[in-house]
């Protein structure tokens, strides 16, 4: 078994150094940002992020502030949204509502994530707070909301300047 060790511990080297050196890329492979933008030292962020799964899939999830739309959240999708400091109440809803309120604080950066649960008749979305960890290990996977999708206080796509112009 020893012979087999050397040639498994190569490959592996060969993998991680090409995983580190090799730009990121979405399902769709359009390429992920490898950075993304900070929140505003004056302001806070809130990233909002949905998981790419089967339950729900079809489904979008609706982030509103209030009665104002703020973006559609389909599957495997996120955006970002600046905010003042305070506290700032968020809302998704189906044939159920679901709420998560946040006290944003300048400079600090808030992960949120939607999923779709079952329901009766549709699925039922549910707002929770999550972590920058959480976020990272699902983000090559994850692509920016379409455009036809975000209002306009969402911050535009960070990979669109980074990405190569159709000739």
């Not at 060790?5 to 995983?19: F, I, N, Y």
């Not at 309120?101 to 400079?107: C, D, K, R, Y």
Request: charged share 20%; glycine share 10%.
């Amino acid at each position: 078994m020893k012979f087999f060790q050397a040639p498994r511990l190569a490959m592996a080297a060969v993998a991680a150094s090409l995983a580190v050196a090799a730009p990121a890329y979405a399902g769709d492979g359009t390429a992920v940002p490898t950075t993304l933008p900070t929140a505003p030292a004056d302001m806070g962020q809130v990233i909002f992020w949905r998981p790419g799964t089967m339950v729900g899939g079809a489904m979008g999830c609706g982030v509103n502030q209030g009665t104002e739309r703020i973006s559609a959240l389909g599957a495997g999708k996120y955006f970002i949204l600046n905010l003042t400091p305070g506290t700032h109440s968020f809302n998704a809803r189906s044939e159920a509502r679901d709420e998560l309120t946040l006290e944003v604080e300048p400079g600090e950066t808030y992960y949120v994530r939607c999923t779709i649960r079952m329901g009766i008749m549709v699925g039922r979305p549910n707002l929770a707070p999550s972590t920058a960890e959480e976020f990272n290990t699902r983000r090559d996977s994850l692509k920016y909301v379409d455009s036809d999708d975000v209002g306009p206080r969402v911050l535009p796509d960070p990979g669109a300047a980074a990405a190569p112009a159709a000739g």
